[in-house]
């Protein structure tokens, strides 16, 4: 029996929920994940067989099978870097099911007809004997063709085990999901498209910005004190429900920001207790409202945040959304190369804070694999 964590947008009060069956498990996968996943590997890590809270989900999406070796190199990395002695593995999609290879005819036909196989076996067969050579137990193994109600699934290793998925809509995961503030999207890009904002105020604040870097006169750019000043009263008024998004709030704090002393102490309001789920809520409404190239520094904020929170899937939507706005964006690349090394959020701030050091790619090495 696995347990889940609800870990909403804006989370309150964690909730956990007793996952009995496999299909439970799949079911809650789109709370998990954020969104119901397609053509995916999905692996939640548990820090041991004896204690099934899941620690940590990473979502790859299904590679062809010539690239399924750099898969199967990643993702056991990321398992071993995170400390997990065991996981769970789910395939979504993948193609479809194929039938038993038939019997020599010269020998009696079976009493029993063999199960249809689900897809990929390969893959996860590869992933399973590498993963048991390092330690790692895999518990089980399975397919489901989506995660949808009334989806099929079925058990890799025991292909006889089949079922269908109950509604992730009524899941117990997924109501104390929504419960406590959390949105499971119909697909990844329907997550990716509710941080972009509405075009014409992102034109408008876009002028204005160009505005003031054309125009600003010696002295008259703010001091990175008042760029933190502001910052705190924002996050006030978070608090206390009076915070509302205007041109005049979006373009200071886009200024304010452009000082990366400024937004070096804003990755650190992230990480205080009564402060960071204000912070989050900050990013991203300002990743939403800003506009490229400057909308990058909120964009990798929300990332730390959300990695912070264990949300590694915005974390890396967040990540996407700043280097589409500012190719190359230094802290952003940092960012997405530690949270791939599966460094802890305190690790990842010393890093980012010691980031001129020599010597940086050998603590956070580069990872060639795209994955959520």
Known sequence: MTTATATPLRPSRPTTVKLREPGDVIAALPPLIGYHPDDSLVVLYFANSDDLEIQRVLRAPLPEAA???????????????????????????????TPAPPTDPGEPAPVVALPTRPPRRALVLALTQVLHKQGVEVMESLWAEHTRHNA????????????????PDVSLLNVATVASGGVTYDSRETLVN???????????????????ADNTVPGGIPTAGAGIRAIQAELKNIADGSFKITDNLVVRLAIALNDHRVRDVALTMTLGKESGQAAERLWLELTRETPAPECAEPATLLAFAAYHRGDGVLANIALERAEQAQPGHMLASLLGRAIDAGLPPKDVLAAINNSQRPGMDLLIPTQATSSD
């Open 152 to 167: 099929f699934w079925q058990d890799y290793e025991h292909p006889d085990l089949t079922g269908a998925v109950p509604d």
């Open 67 to 97: 690239d399924e070796e750099d898969l199967i190199a990643f993702v056991c990395d990321n398992i071993l870097s995170s400390g997990a002695t065991a996981v769970q593995l789910c395939v979504i999609g993948g193609g479809t099911r």
């Open 194 to 212: 509710s941080l972009r904002g509405e075009e014409g105020a992102l034109k408008r604040r876009s002028c204005r910005l160009d505005w003031h």
